[in-house]
């Protein structure tokens, strides 16, 4: 296959998740280096649990935001109906 002599050894960088190639001793992107790094698995669950607490604190702010919407329409809604009610 012609990707087959391409394709690098990548690893997870520690600190930072993003991937950088194996024969890099310093990352790329945040400068820790992989000497004594921890294995993939454990730094692969690692940026999974920051992933999922990210996603997870995005989720309460959109609900929240939801809320507020919800709770401004209501509010309208409230004035519509006043006022249907006053002009019949």
Known sequence: MWWSANMKAVCVCKECGRTIEKEFIYCPWC???????????????SVFMQLEEKQTDDRKKRLRK???????????LDVLV???EMHK
């Not at 400068?31 to 669950?45: H, N, T």
């Not at 939801?66 to 309208?76: A, P, S």
Request: net charge negative.
């Open 82 to 84: 006043l006022s249907a």
């Open 31 to 45: 400068g820790v280096s992989r000497l004594g790094a921890k294995s993939d698995k454990e730094v692969l669950d």
């Open 66 to 76: 939801l809320e507020t919407q919800l709770n401004e329409l209501e509010k309208d």
